[in-house]
């Protein structure tokens, strides 16, 4: 039902800052929670960041509190990811992904997925 496309990855130095952003299209699409997942080499998938689909409610995985900031764009159909003071085990290609059920509050609800965009921290 939705189509997500992430931006914004890159290659930067322990303590600089990268904005993600996802671009969303598709039936509905405004409506859902919107999420932020990371996956490290050999490891397993992991919740970074979500937002209900009206944004009043915010969740962050306890290693990037304080440092990322999920938010939506001006244009309801984006996503991003402030990340700020960044260090190298960030190091992970970040996926966007979209609830349909717009609460964000369950991983398992998150059904519909970006391709990924690399973020690598150099220490």
């Known amino acids: 039902q939705v189509q997500l496309v992430e931006s914004g990855g890159g290659l930067v130095q322990a303590g600089d800052s990268l904005r993600l952003s996802c671009a969303a299209s598709g039936r509905n699409y405004a409506t859902y929670a919107m999420g932020w997942f990371r996956q490290a080499p050999g490891k397993e998938r992991e919740f970074v960041a979500a937002?209900?689909?009206?944004?009043?409610?915010?969740y962050y995985v306890d290693s990037v509190k304080g440092r990322f900031t999920i938010s939506r764009g001006n244009a309801e159909s984006t996503v991003d990811l402030q990340m700020n003071s960044l260090k190298p085990e960030d190091t992970a290609v970040y996926y966007c992904a979209a609830d349909p059920t717009g609460r964000g509050t369950r991983e398992t609800s998150f059904t519909s997925w970006g391709r990924g965009t690399q973020v690598t921290v150099s220490s």
């Open positions: 937002i209900n689909w009206r944004g009043y409610n915010t």
